[in-house]
């Protein structure tokens, strides 16, 4: 129970941390849900794992005696099949290691549902932005939070909690047990948790949603007013030559200084994405499913993030030419 007691203190406080609604609160929140979602996850996976020690110590066994030369037809089929079975030392330091991995891992033991995988991938991401870069979403970190306290309930639903000795709570487990009426099951306890805090935090998706479009939407038209920036100040460009300067490789003179070069290379985007991004943003208003919704959220967000650096990188560059310019004209 105390290891319960662990991820529920930290859900109690990201809901207090929601309630202020501040954007260090925040960002705190999502740091705290990450490693609440990554704990249970690991305990989980311990818990799988540890079911297969004695396959793995057959297997090791049986490996050992093909290397030795004591194998035969019935001992190399024992190995094909548990090899099967278990999961490799190699794969378990990679799930040891990678957040992605560890949801792979019980999204195929189907511990967890399938469409949470891709919701938690990316909110990681954002938490590795936020916690590692200084990197915030400040436009949808509400509603990114809102989302992942949604779908960490739904991890903590899942979590079974070992061992139930009788041991002293506090009062954040505490809660969920008093006025229980006949047998609590402590088992049933973080899946009588996570409704009651999805339930107290509540997920309006109307609002999240409205603000997830709006948010695509507003850096779309940013992106392609950054592209007709870039087509403003070159007086030769043809249509579609701006898109085509804001992605030359770095590097690549042949195509900086020569637009026919320029025009002959294949490049990841073109004006047809621009309309297919807006299409998709706006069609997000029509996606009635929380996991679903921030999923094409996140597919569209990551389809179109490094077009839209290279662009703004473009604009920086041309507003220090210019500057530079401005300068040389003033004598400094």
């Known amino acids: 129970m105390k290891q319960l007691e662990l991820v529920i203190v930290q859900f109690e406080e990201v809901k207090r941390l929601i309630e202020v609604g501040r954007v260090p609160q925040l960002r705190l929140a999502f740091i705290l849900l990450d490693s609440a979602v990554e704990l249970i996850m690991h305990r989980q996976i311990q818990d799988a794992l540890a079911l297969e020690h004695w396959d793995l110590r057959t297997l090791e066994n049986y490996r050992r005696a093909e290397d030795d030369g004591r194998g035969n037809d019935v001992i190399r089929a024992e190995i094909k099949e ?41 909110l990681h991401e954002y938490r590795n932005e936020t916690y590692h870069r ?10 990114a ?24 709570t506090g009062p954040e487990l505490d809660r969920f047990i008093e006025g229980f009426t006949g047998y609590c099951d402590p088992f049933d306890l973080p899946e009588r948790a996570a409704n009651q805090l999805r339930e107290e935090v509540g997920l309006d998706l109307e609002a999240v949603r409205d603000a997830l479009t709006k948010h695509l ?13 870039v087509e403003g100040f ?25 637009r026919d070069v320029m025009r002959s290379r294949t490049y990841p985007h073109d004006e047809g994405d621009l309309v297919t991004w807006r299409e998709r943003a706006a069609a997000l208003s029509g996606i009635t499913e929380k996991h679903a919704l921030f999923t094409e959220f996140a597919a569209i967000e990551t389809s179109f993030e490094r077009l839209e650096k290279q662009a703004a990188f473009a604009v920086e ?16």
Not at 87 to 115: A, C, M, Q, W, Y
Not at 220 to 229: A, D, H, K, T, V
């Open 145 to 168: 939070v809102l989302i992942y306290f949604d779908t960490a309930c739904t991890v903590l639903s899942t979590y079974s909690p070992g061992s139930v000795a009788d041991e002293e």
């Open 217 to 229: 939407l507003g850096r779309l038209e940013e992106l392609e007013g950054n592209i007709r920036y």
């Open 234 to 258: 070159f007086p030769d460009l043809l249509p579609g030559d701006a898109l085509r300067i804001i992605q030359v490789a770095e590097g690549d003179t042949e195509a900086i200084f020569n």
């Open 134 to 143: 200084d990197h915030h979403r400040l436009e949808v970190i509400r509603p």
């Open 317 to 332: 560059q041309i507003d220090d030419q210019i500057q530079m310019q401005l300068d040389a004209h003033r004598g400094k």
């Open 82 to 122: 548990l090899e099967r079975q278990v999961t490799s030392k190699g794969k378990r330091k990679k799930i040891n290691h990678s957040f992605p991995d560890k949801i792979d891992f019980l999204v195929d033991r189907g511990s967890l549902p399938n469409e949470v995988g891709p919701v938690l991938k990316r």
